[in-house]
């Protein structure tokens, strides 16, 4: 994905303010073998971009006065309740270093699977390490041979070549598992008997 900004020149708190007022973002981009530059950028563009996935993701084109720089989107800051960002962080990387970010995970195939539920964890991302040239867009998550007995862990999971998943050591989270549903059978209540209903000679024989 492709984007433009500019180096921004007015710095500090009544600068940023400004900007925000003229529909733009104040930003900075760090990294490589020069200083960070704080810059400036199209709210709107980038608003709408922070929607996409990929630009969460991916490797990105910035277009920064005029030269272009790959990037990746670090942080980004959002008004507490209004559809605005505050202040967005992008690195820049270099061809031959190696590096970390997270990548979603795209879930398939759990229409297929012989597991009776599928329970997904609360892992819809995991870290990597890889040269920018190998960073996939997202992971794909096969459920159709999940089983009871085989839940899916991050060491599961086809990575693709040249991509290793990031873990402290003996850490290897649960993906997916099965869920086993016992099914309850109801037991019948037994009918209640209107005191009306009571044979006359019960009652004679309860007097007695």
């Known amino acids: 994905m492709k984007f433009t900004a500019s180096t921004r020149k007015a710095q500090g708190t ?3 303010r400004r900007l925000r007022r003229a529909d733009k973002l104040p930003g900075i981009v760090y990294g490589g073998k020069v200083p960070a530059t704080p810059i400036e950028l199209d709210h709107n563009e980038i608003f709408h971009a922070l929607r996409k996935e990929k630009f969460h993701a991916s490797i990105l084109d910035m277009e920064l ?8 989107l670090r942080a980004f800051q959002m008004h507490p309740y209004k559809p605005q960002v505050l202040h967005i962080d992008f690195q820049r990387i270099a061809a031959d270093e190696p590096i970390h970010m997270h990548v979603p995970l795209h879930f398939i195939g759990e229409e297929k699977s012989p597991a009776v539920v599928v329970e997904k964890a609360n892992v819809t991302e995991i870290e990597v390490a890889c040269l920018p040239a190998n960073l996939p867009e997202f992971i794909t998550v096969d459920l159709s041979g999940l089983t009871v007995q085989e839940p899916i862990h991050v060491s599961n999971l086809a990575l693709p070549e040249g991509v290793t998943a990031v873990l402290k050591p003996e850490e290897d989270p649960t993906v997916a598992s099965a869920v086993v549903i016992t099914e309850e059978v109801d037991t019948p ?6 005191a009306d209903a009571v044979p006359a000679t019960a009652e004679k024989s309860a007097e007695q």
Not at 65 to 72: P, S, W
Not at 189 to 194: D, F, K, L, N
Request: aromatic share 0%.
């Open 14 to 16: 009544g600068a940023s």
């Open 65 to 72: 006065d005029g030269q272009n720089e790959k990037v990746l």
């Open 189 to 194: 209540a037994e009918p209640e008997v209107a």
